[in-house]
Structure formats: C-alpha cells, structure tokens
C-alpha cells in the first residue's frame, strides 16, 4: 500500500506540513464496482490512492459513456472540481478494491497557500494530467463520431435502396411464376436489370462524393424528352401506392442536351423521393419545363409545408439533414455536383402558399 507521505504531489512538503496533512486526510475504503463519486457532484475534496485500481469515465455522447484511464496506487484524481470550485466533471468507480485518502477542499488549499514549492508541483502535475484526459477524450469523441456517421450511413443506404430492391423482388417472383409468360418474363428481366444498375450507380456515385475526387464525366447528345419520359415510367410505380400523383405541367422538351443518362436520374429519383417524404399523407409532384435559347431549366414542386428560410440557406451543405429522420444528409450536395458537372445550376426557391420547389438548369449545346 502506497502512503500519503511518499505520493507524486506531497513528496516536496517539509516534515511538519506531512504530519499536518495526514491529521486532515481522511482514510476511505470502496468494494470493487462502487462509485467513489459521479459527474455533477460536489467537488468537495481531493483523493489519493492508497490501494486498488479505479476508472474514471465521461461522456462522449449524450448517451454514451467511456472509460477515460485507469488509476492505480500513487494516482490521484479529482483534483479539477477542487481547483475550479465547480461540479465534478467525470464518474469514477472502483474497479478493485481501493483504499483512498481523501483531501479535502479547505485543506487542501490550506496547504496550496503555505507551500509555494507544492503550487508547483501541483501545476506542473495537473498539467500532465490534463494533456493525458484531454488526448484519451479526443480519441474516444472521434471514436463516436465516426461510429455515429457509419451509423447514419447504414441508415441512409437502407433506406434509399428499399424501393429498387422492392421491384427487384417483385420482378423476379413475376419472372418465377409458372403461369408468366415468355413477354412478362422479357419485362421482369429489363425491370431487375435496370434496377441492379440503379443501386451500382447509386454506390460509386456516394464513394466518389465522399472521396472528394473527380468523376470521370462523359456527356452524349440525348433526347431530354425521352430521357424524362422513361424516368417517370421507371419512379411512377414507386410512388403510387404511398397516394402522390406525378405529372408534368407541361411535356418534356424534344431537345437534344449533353448528359450522363445514369448520372442525372439520381437528380430526378432524389428531388422526387425528398418530395414524397415530405408529403407522408399523399400529394402531388408536379414538373415543369422552361425552354430558352441556352439552356433547358425543369422544376420540380410538390404539395408539401415547403422549406422553412432558415434551412433554404444550408439545403446542399453535406451532412445537412434539417429534421429529417433518415439520410445522411449527402443527396442534395451529391446532386448539386452532378448538375455542376453538366455545366448546370440547381437551387430551390419558397413562396407563400406553395411546396418546395427545386429547379435545376442544364445549358443547350452550342
């Protein structure tokens, strides 16, 4: 068992202010697993391990606590609470059974005022201390970050490979079925292939926006028109049962624009399935086209409570999910990207009355 007289902090006091110390020490005995004190508590004294092994932990989240250090024989804690005269900042429990000398706060500072020499060794103990806590919490703190964002990437890809993995299963039992026939079979094959490529294009589009790296960008003449029209074919049996309408105010322009097909229809499944979120009791997806010598714009507004002023500001930040329950908050930045790599422009505007409106411009070849 280490003594109060030979510990780190007191080894420099004189004879006299030993034998005036151990008259004030307090001599506290714990079971293994007790808790010697918790975070929030009184920081009524200092304590000094005789004997035994203790923990000392701290939130890292708002519901998770970590193990900061383990103490021993000659360790000291709770020195911060003391010092500062707030609450206690962390939990410490027993881990073996431990003996401890407990300081308190009056004699503690009683001493501080005698022995300038003591100040110092305090200081410079403290300041070690504090180096090693605040290491051991950055670690743990990045630790639960990036479990939290694996977490919310989980959920997000779960939740956004739902529908295509639905016409996955519903093409293939159609294909199955004894009583299809060679032409329904035909359909189910085209649905499941278009499908796969769907969520193949939906991860690499993902990794390479969290990468930050460049996407290869191959653009070809296209017929906008056909492009939109098979796009709302392909989304329209994906909404329907959950009562949204989706049609266009207006047809699609028969102009031919530079695009990356499978790149762009993640910009029209994720502004439309946004809009169906946002509408959990049906609505309606209404689509508009605005044809101009240099470019081809097309809204997208929906029925829904429309987007607040305040988030309309940081609506394509990464990470920005603004309530939503779901998400990794990427989709909005990952589309923004892909219309910039078309030479385009995307925002969304508010006005009274109405849903959101998303509206994203793609310029005509010169």
Known sequence: MVAIETSKLFHNLAPEELRGLVG?????HYPAE??????????DGLYLIGEGTVQIAAA??????????????????????VLDH????????????????F?????FWQMMERSPGLATSMVREFSLRMRDFNRHYLQEVLQAERLSVVGCFARSIVHDFKNPLAIISFASEMAAAQASTPDERQIAHGRIHRQVNRLSN?????????????TANVLALTDYGTFVQQTLEEIRPEIAEKSIGLSCENPPPAVALLLDPHRLIHVFLNLIHNAVDAMPNGGKITLRFLVGDREIATEIEDTGPGIAPEVA???????ATHGKTHGTGLGLS??????????????????????AIFSFALPRPS
Do not use: W, Y
């Not at 890292?60 to 609470?81: C, I, S, Y």
């Not at 300081?103 to 004699?107: F, S």
């Not at 939906?202 to 460049?214: A, D, K, P, V, Y």
């Not at 990952?334 to 849903?355: A, M, V």
């Open 313 to 319: 500001a940081r609506l394509f930040e990464p990470f």
């Open 24 to 28: 004030m020490v307090e001599t506290r």
């Open 202 to 214: 939906m991860i690499n589009e993902l990794l390479e926006f969290t990468r930050g790296s460049q």
């Open 86 to 101: 707030e609450p206690r900042s962390a939990t410490v429990r027993a881990e073996t059974e431990v003996t401890a000398f």
């Open 103 to 107: 300081v308190p706060r009056a004699a």
């Open 334 to 355: 990952i589309c923004k990207r892909i219309i910039e790599d078309h030479r385009g422009r995307l925002h969304t505007r508010t006005e009274p009355g109405r849903g």
């Open 60 to 81: 890292v989240t708002a519901e998770q606590m970590k193990v900061l250090t383990r103490l021993g024989p000659g360790d000291f804690f709770g020195e911060m609470a």
């Open 34 to 43: 007790a808790t010697v004190f918790r975070a929030g508590d009184p920081g």
